[in-house]
């Protein structure tokens, strides 16, 4: 048995090596669906593992509780109300916090004209605080106990680095200047969002992180606060937990209109979130079509080869051949063609994989990036390039061994002795202009309309991925550069 199929293969790479172009050519269109495919559903899965891995590194809020727009109240009335709660040891930790609006003016560390709207989070620094959102710096220092009640921030990093700004410097706010000693992040700003922009709002959004303190100095209301980040103990329903804090909020601060917000619902994380199925679909249709074209083109090869052994297959079926042995050498060929594309693409999906990481680190600074190996993406995306090609080979090969041995073994199976098929006896009845010669191309074309069908199919999905692929991607930064010239006007 082994040396029937050792027999099989040296047969079959033989008839590879005929058509090493045409081969060569598919395993490439193969390798690049296959690859493309495995690398784009790999950074899918690092970014299902990185965000969750991220929001728990910053002891991200579970809760996060606001007093109406415009409004504040009392330090420690928010506090109060968690240990109100009927359940209050389900909180692991709370700190209020006073968020004012502002507008800031960097002009100063940036050379040029630099005023945007900004934001200003004050939180509680003692003790290494925030304990709840923590802050990943880029850059510079920390804030601490020496910066109470100092006009001492740390600015936003998105912020900081599209405006090419030092890691430290001075900037003037409503209330006067403030020095930033650093740059950073928290959770609620993996991706920067400002009232009127969901996303990318980087380019004309500052947002800077102060002391609770200098942050009520800030805003002229000493004692004042207007958030309440919570964060649960593991296991507890954030449901159970938003109903029993909303119930002692109107308890202990009946006169204080206040929302309690699940972090699933905050528009940053369910845009992260939400993106992830969506840029997936979007990858799975590029990575299918290019596929599919690997399909097309294998279905022409193997087609080519069946019309090169028609003689052959004919004269095996005659001879009394089983019909299933003598299908096996052009599907083994279409086999090794799509293994062959298959390893290859294996390759450029770990490229391509790299890259994605890269851009990803690039786009979404996050505290914890994974992207180890996705050994399931990878089997898929080999098994998905395999069982296209290898249908599309089964097809010409099924109907070439059905037919019966005396077609097989004419010139044209199925279409007579003199080859031509309807539509090239239909073309011939139209007079031409030019010589033969001339001709001669368009003749060819229309003589074998199925091959030339599939050709164009396959160049089709080509330029239906190259098109939506770079249409895609000029939508998407027009669609930044728009946004950025109507902030920074």
Do not use: C
Not at 227 to 236: C, E, H, K, M, S
Not at 420 to 446: C, E, H, K, T
Not at 459 to 471: C, D, Q, R
């Amino acid at each position: 048995m082994s040396g029937g199929w050792a027999l099989w293969l040296r047969w079959t790479w033989r008839d590879l090596r005929q058509r090493w172009v045409q081969v060569l050519a598919i395993a490439t269109i193969i390798a690049i669906g296959s690859g493309v495919y495995a690398g784009l559903s790999s950074q899918t899965a690092w970014r299902r593992q990185s965000y969750p891995a991220s929001y728990a590194a910053l002891a991200a809020h579970d809760l996060l509780v606001e007093t109406a727009e415009g409004t504040d109240t009392t330090a420690g009335s928010l506090r109060g109300a968690v240990d109100a709660m009927a359940h209050p040891e389900w909180v692991v930790d709370a700190e209020e916090r006073l968020v004012l609006p502002t507008q800031v003016d960097a002009g100063a560390v940036a050379g040029r004209t630099l005023l945007v709207p900004g934001r200003v989070v004050g939180v509680d620094v003692a003790d290494g605080g925030p304990h709840v959102d923590r802050l990943e710096l880029t850059g510079g220092r920390a804030l601490g106990a020496d910066d109470v009640g100092e006009p001492r921030v740390v600015l936003d990093s998105h912020f900081v680095e599209f405006h090419e700004l030092p890691d430290t410097g001075t900037i003037t706010l409503s209330g006067g200047d403030v020095d930033y000693v650093g740059a950073g992040y928290s959770p609620e700003y993996f991706m920067v969002a400002s009232d009127t922009v969901s996303f990318l709002a980087e380019a004309g959004f500052a947002v800077m992180f102060a002391p609770l303190e200098t942050a009520q100095e800030l805003s002229g209301r000493a004692d004042a606060v207007n958030q309440l980040a919570v964060r649960l103990a593991p296991g507890v329903d954030p449901a159970a937990a938003r109903a029993e804090l909303e119930a002692a909020l109107a308890a202990s601060v009946p006169d204080v209109a206040t929302t309690v917000t699940p972090i699933g619902e905050e528009r940053v994380y369910r845009n992260l979130f939400d993106d992830i199925e969506g840029d997936q679909r979007l990858f799975n249709i590029f990575s299918l079509l290019v596929l599919i074209g690997a399909a097309f083109a294998a279905f022409n090869l193997t087609n080519r080869v069946v019309e090169a052994q028609r003689r052959e297959i004919g004269i095996g079926m005659a001879l009394g051949l089983d019909r299933r042995k003598i299908a096996v050498r052009p599907v083994l060929m279409g086999v090794q063609v799509g293994v062959l594309g298959v390893v290859v693409g294996a390759g450029f999906g770990l490229w391509v994989s790299s890259l994605m990481s890269d851009l990803n680190q690039a786009i979404l600074p996050l505290p914890v990036w994974i992207d180890d190996f996705q050994p399931g993406s990878f089997a898929l995306a080999s098994a998905l390039g395999v069982v296209l090609v290898t249908i599309a080979t089964v097809i010409p090969v099924l109907r070439a061994v059905r037919v019966d041995p005396i077609d097989a073994i004419r010139s044209r199976p199925g279409l007579g002795a003199t080859g031509r098929g309807r539509l090239a006896r239909l073309v011939g009845r139209i007079p031409l202009p030019g010589n033969s010669i001339a001709q001669f191309p368009f003749r060819n074309v229309v003589r074998e309309p199925r091959r030339t069908l599939l050709t164009v199919l396959g160049i089709g999905a080509a330029l239906a991925v190259l098109i939506g692929l770079t249409g895609m991607i000029d939508s998407f930064t027009r669609t930044i550069d728009d946004g950025e010239a109507e902030i920074l006007g």
